[in-house]
Structures are given as structure tokens and as C-alpha cells.
């Protein structure tokens, strides 16, 4: 946890972890930290976005804790913190499938039958 979030109430410190997830190449750079670890360059490879973007996004994560980096000659390779951060990750996917299933049987109900 960054020393920043120590003096917060943790419901302030959870609400700083969701704002630096909020953007949808931020959880692509974990769903590929999850396999392991990855430099820059594939990063880049995979996600196509510029380089000063990736670098924008990776040091927000690193800022609030969630990746880390490691230099290994000249390539800065990127990892997760921990790997309760691919929990995380399910469990996000996890309450994203019941919502998007309570939605869907919303739907059919209103597209049910008339009488």
C-alpha cells in the first residue's frame, strides 16, 4: 500500500484504488500481468497504445500500489505487486457476469409476452 493511503480511512484508500482502474488499458496491462511478468516493449505489442500513454497508465498503478518494476539492461519490466491483484480481477469479473445476468433476465421480462 502506497504510504499515501496510510492516514486515509480505508473506504477512502478502496475509492483511490477503483479511480486508478479507471480506464479500460489499465486492467488490459493486469489481465497481462496476470501471466507474468512483461516488459515495456510487450506491453506496447499487445495493448497498441503510445508509449507515453502505457507510461502514464503504469505509473498510476505503481503509484497506488498495484504493479511494480524491475530494470534488466535496458528493458523496465513490469509485474504485479501482488498476486491478490488477479483475485481482484476475478472477483471483478465475478460480480460483472450477475450484473450483466440480472440485466439480461430484466430484458426478457420486458420483451416477455403481452396479454
Known amino acids: 500500500m502506497p504510504l499515501s493511503t496510510l492516514g486515509q480511512p480505508v473506504y477512502a484508500a478502496k475509492a483511490d484504488l477503483f ?16 501471466e507474468g511478468e512483461q516488459p515495456v516493449s510487450d506491453l506496447l505489442v499487445e495493448i497498441g497504445i503510445e508509449p507515453s500513454t502505457l507510461s502514464q497508465h503504469l505509473a498510476v498503478m505503481k503509484r ?18 501482488d498476486e491478490s491483484v488477479e483475485q481482484f480481477l476475478l472477483a471483478a469479473r465475478t460480480v460483472l457476469a450477475a450484473t450483466l445476468s440480472k440485466a439480461l433476465l430484466a430484458l426478457e421480462e420486458l420483451d416477455g409476452p403481452t396479454s
Open 19 to 34: 479511480r486508478s482502474l479507471g480506464h479500460p488499458a489499465r486492467i488490459r496491462i493486469l489481465e497481462l500481468l496476470v
Open 64 to 81: 497506488i500500489g498495484l504493479v511494480e518494476s524491475s530494470r534488466k539492461g535496458n528493458a523496465v519490466t513490469y509485474s504485479l505487486a
